[in-house]
């Protein structure tokens, strides 16, 4: 565009913002702002998150504080149930056991996710509709029905062993042997969670524009190439949400260990939800404020590394075309 | 700013006065005494299908005989039992009378959750139980709870034409754990593997209570609960025994159910079973035709001597919340239903199939004549079994389960059985400490 006509419209643009700011401090009617408007819009919203979530939350931290018994006085006690779980051997053991699981799950769904997706993009659009709608049926299923299923699938006498049988390997154990169990109770966790992955990651390829693709193949670049140096970078964000999310609700795993191993042999599948269910077992004062405690401090530590992976994966805007 | 001021405290009074609504329109119940009827709720947890059966039947009963109270039955599944109660006692609306496990007496009376039924009772009724099993339910020289059956922990159960096809008799049943993994072995054959037992950490923390008693004399801790016994040599033979059971294949690696279902027995794909007195009723309700080659004896023991402890006494009672606004009517129906007069537990023996067994003496003498009673197997179960065994430990549950998962990591893994068992015992004194329960029996 010519210099001169460049100018005049940066004139313009600049004249228009004063004009505007002027318009938000002076000459708006107190009659005709918008807040009031605005502040009644979100009030259901902030009023239910403030009653079910806020409240709750701080009142939890408030009683934390104390041996929480529903037939005598609350015994004020302070920090000392943050010292015990803190001190908890079986508390950091099932983080652990949380954060493996998270590591078996979420790396592996994304990059089936993303490989399906990848070819969902390529296939024509009742071929894809069709395909979208298979790999969504997982996620449909319920997590009880789909842990009695591999229950029966990890049998001694199950599919799983005899599909090993064929080619003349051992029966394994896998629900009941301390190194198994955990994977085992993961891949049921990949084939209920990556049909929701899959069709984010398809959203987000759909974003890429294809002149790129096309102006790359041009170049001569291969479908590795294509993948690492377009595909991943202009997904970045959709990465890291689904990194984010998926890490979140992996660690918080409950209804498969709980219905197919219990917290598994020796502790090995207890996730840390788990181990606060387990914890209340006993509902005497001191059951209930340790998993009280133990639920806020899970708080803290999937916070913290929520946090972690968003400084890690430090994403940048999307480029625009 | 001032109208914006006035704006939020108008909210806040709005939110406050709604607030305040909701918890006063709580309750409209009828105060205790005023001749109006009363409700008094009732939860039971869910058990066997015949069991509800009965439940509605006399709380039905119950409501038609009277117009003064009313009890409204509610069943709830075990699963969600801790959850659900624990939020009714959190908001004030807990049942006002329950089904409790006698476990639960020793957790809960410290604690002040039941009323003392000595005065809501007439002592005739107390007087009735059994003193063994009375001494389940007092704490203090009080009872807390109404008993309404006792079951056995821990029975052998086996098919007796299956082991005549391996060679031995049928008549003679192991009497030590080395005799039962010699069966277990004869047994094992192609798909069917000797014996169902206790595969993982819960349920053999309890399970192998009454095995801990004939084992070691004792249970995990001291009777004054001040420090860990874990690492008695005694606990380490247990293991042993579970160790080659497990590692010499003669009990399924992956069960599909728990320790106290019958299923894998029923349908034959193994030749014994480890379970409780409640797997009889399972048998004689849905598998006769298995039950008809089946017999029973008592767990074998460490030593083989007659008359030892092998299982421990678990069963059901009735308690009433000590914040309940009903306690008479309360007591009242509590009484009716299992404590006055026999024929309702007459009838509840009878179609319980006679695998459990009652608490008053009145009704024991009542099933003298009743058809059924003097099947073999019942009569074993009660003579063999029943008259041995102790009380379930009141301790909290973490300190059973050190233990089960010390007997688990012998089962599973190649660890030191001293190592698991150190591991244990440093768990429970931390249990001890953290819970302050030195001292703390309330049944000492």
Request: net charge negative; charged share 15%; aromatic share 10%.
């Amino acid at each position: 565009m010519p210099l001169a006509q460049q100018q005049v419209l940066e004139a313009a643009v600049i004249a228009r913002g004063r004009k505007r700011k002027r318009k938000l401090r002076e000459d708006v009617p107190k009659h005709l702002r918008a807040n009031r408007t605005g502040y009644l819009l979100i009030a259901p919203m902030v009023i239910i998150l403030a009653v079910f979530v806020i409240w709750p939350l701080l009142n939890s931290f408030y009683m934390s504080a104390f041996e929480i018994s529903f037939y005598k006085e609350p015994k004020f006690v302070g920090l000392q149930f943050y010292l015990y779980v803190l001190t908890s051997a079986e508390f950091w053991k099932s983080i652990g056991v949380g954060l493996y699981y998270a590591v078996l799950v979420v790396p592996t769904g994304m990059l089936l996710a993303l490989f399906i997706a990848t070819f969902i993009k390529s296939l024509s659009k009742r071929a894809a509709s069709f395909l979208k709608v298979t790999v969504y049926l997982p996620a449909v299923v319920s997590s009880v029905i789909a842990s009695q299923l591999f229950i029966f699938i990890y049998q001694d006498h199950g599919v799983a062993n005899w599909l090993l049988s064929l080619i003349n390997s051992g029966p394994i154990n896998w629900l009941n042997d301390p190194t198994t169990a955990l994977p085992s109770v993961a891949l049921p966790g990949i084939w209920l969670g990556f049909g929701i992955t899959t069709l984010i990651m398809l959203a987000g390829l759909l974003d890429i524009p294809d002149s790129y693709y096309e102006s790359a193949q041009l170049d001569g670049a291969g479908y590795f190439q294509r993948m690492f140096y377009i595909t991943i970078p202009l997904l970045k964000n959709v990465l890291l949400y689904l990194l984010v999310t998926g890490f979140t609700l992996a660690i918080q795993m409950l209804d498969l260990p709980l219905l197919m191993t219990g917290g598994g042999p020796l502790g090995s599948t207890t996730t840390p939800n788990l181990y606060i269910f387990n914890a209340f077992r006993d509902r005497t004062p001191y059951a209930t404020s340790y998993s009280l405690t133990a639920s806020l401090l899970l708080f803290v530590v999937i916070g913290a590394v929520s946090l972690l992976l968003f400084r890690l994966i430090r994403s940048d805007k999307a480029v625009d075309a | 700013m001032q109208k914006k001021h006035s704006r939020m405290m108008l909210a806040a009074a709005g939110i406050v006065v709604a607030a305040l609504a909701t918890t006063g329109c709580a309750t409209g119940a009828a105060p205790a005494d005023s001749g109006e009827k009363v409700t008094v709720t009732f939860w039971q947890q869910q058990m066997e299908d015949f069991q509800q059966e009965w439940y509605k039947k006399n709380v039905d009963a119950y409501n038609a005989s009277q117009d003064k109270i009313e009890v409204k039955l509610e069943v709830v599944p075990a699963d969600v039992w801790p959850q659900k109660l624990a939020t009714a006692q959190a908001s004030g609306t807990a049942p006002d009378i329950t089904t409790i496990n006698y476990g639960k007496i020793g957790e809960g009376v410290p604690n002040g959750e039941y009323l003392a039924l000595d005065e809501v009772l007439p002592a005739a009724s107390l007087d009735d139980l059994k003193p063994n099993i009375r001494e389940f339910v007092t704490i203090d020289g009080k009872a807390y709870a109404y008993p309404v059956n006792v079951e056995a922990s821990k029975l052998l159960y086996y098919r007796t034409d299956l082991v005549k096809a391996a060679g031995l008799d049928p008549n003679s049943p192991p009497k030590t754990w080395d005799d039962l993994i010699v069966w277990a072995k004869a047994l094992t054959q192609g798909n069917v593997q000797g014996i169902a037992e206790a595969a993982n950490a819960t349920d053999l923390a309890w399970s192998t209570w009454g095995l801990q008693w004939n084992a070691c004399d004792h249970t995990a801790i001291d009777d004054d609960w001040a420090e860990g016994l874990a690492t008695d040599p005694c606990f380490q033979e247990l293991a042993n025994f579970y160790r080659t059971l497990y590692q010499d294949n003669l009990m399924p690696q992956s069960p599909k159910t728990g320790y106290s279902d019958p299923a894998p027995y029923i349908n034959g794909e193994v030749a014994m079973m480890d379970n409780g007195s409640w797997a009889f009723a399972s048998l004689k309700a849905d598998a006769p035709d298995v039950l008809a080659n089946t017999a029973v004896a008592a767990f074998p023991s460490m030593s083989g001597a007659p008359s030892e402890t092998t299982a421990t006494l678990g069963g059901w009672a009735l308690a009433i919340d000590s914040k309940t606004k009903y306690a008479q009517q309360a007591g009242d129906f509590v009484n009716w239903l299992a404590a006055d007069g026999t024929e309702r537990m007459v009838d509840y023996f009878t179609i319980s199939n006679f695998a459990r067994f009652t608490a008053r003496t009145s009704v024991e003498e009542a099933l003298k004549g009743v058809k059924g009673a003097d099947d073999p197997i019942v009569q074993t179960i009660s003579n063999d079994v029943v008259s041995f065994a102790k009380h379930e430990p009141a301790y909290p549950f973490d300190i059973s389960m050190a233990i089960g998962t010390a007997i688990e990591t012998a089962m599973k893994t190649d660890t030191d059985l001293g190592a698991a068992f150190q591991t244990a015992d440093d768990s429970i004194n931390d249990v001890i400490a953290k819970q302050s329960l030195a001292g703390a029996n309330p049944f000492k």
